[in-house]
């Protein structure tokens, strides 16, 4: 098997993570969290969500902490953007890169979004724009690319519809997200077959949650496809608050694990990334499920 020399890590637990966290992290601890994850050698934070705080009251200090972390050079610093509203205060913020959002499954980007597919995507199109004229990358995600939970097995054409328009609008990354944990390594072969006759391997990411125990093999299996695009978070962080049983994201510190045994470079630093996940594990009071952390505190 022929594996990449390296892979890139986008660490997503600052926001993925703790938006479905019920207890408020203060923003002292998201700012020293994010400063520990600067320094672990990760080139890529997703610090918080530019959402209505009403609909995420987790992240509501989104603001204060872009301004308080401290920035080091080479990291790119983004956040998730809904709409223009979201995006002013994304570019007071002065973050790195904008990342979009929306659902492969109607049902899904309703309870999400509050908008239909057709309807999200004229929001979606002017964010882009005036981003791309702010001088700003465009990151989009594609939630329940491989399952709903709301309407089960989602079609892959919805999928290649929604993934072709967003790259239309000119965003330069796409990340396609197993949001509730359903999908298996045939099926992410499946589907990448397809969209690797479309676009290139290297716009394109995976973003995997564990809830079935499948993410690391259906990393394999993206490997063996070439992607090299990767999204994690610290400790195994997450969920989704519009998705029923999704569980945590694939741990960031699991995967480093993998892929450093495997000699497939991260330039992440494993006893830093541990330490960071120590951190926020304390701090949320409740132990994570990344089986690297637990492994290493047990000793």
Known sequence: ??????????????????????????TEDKINWINQLSLSGLKYIEISSFVNPKWIPALADALEVAKGIHRVEGVTYAALVPNQKGLERALEANIDEVAIFMSASETHNQKNINKSIQDTFPVLREVVQDSLSARKTVRGYVSTV???????????????RVSETLFDMGISE????????????????????????RFP??????????????ALSNILASLEMG???????V???????????????????DLVYMLDGMDIK??????????????????LDRMLPSHNLQAR???
């Open 201 to 214: 391997a290297e716009k394109l990411a995976m973003h995997f949650h564990d809830t079935r125990g499948t």
């Open 235 to 253: 400790g195994g962080l997450g969920g989704c608050p519009y998705a029923p049983g999704a569980s945590g994201n694939l741990a960031t510190d």
């Open 146 to 160: 491989f399952g709903c939970p709301y309407e089960g097995r989602v079609d892959i054409d919805s999928v290649l």
């Open 1 to 26: 098997m022929k594996w990449p020399e390296k892979v890139t890590i986008k660490e997503v637990g600052p926001r993925d993570g703790l938006q479905n966290e019920k207890a408020f992290i203060s």
């Open 227 to 233: 992607i090299t695009n990767y999204d994690g978070a």
């Open 174 to 197: 796409l990340s396609l997200g197993d949001t509730i944990g359903v999908a298996n390594p045939k099926q992410v072969q499946d589907l990448l077959e397809l969209l690797l006759k």
């Open 266 to 283: 991260t330039g992440v630093d494993q006893e830093k990334l541990f330490l960071a996940a120590k951190f926020i594990q304390e701090k």
């Open 297 to 299: 505190l047990a000793k």
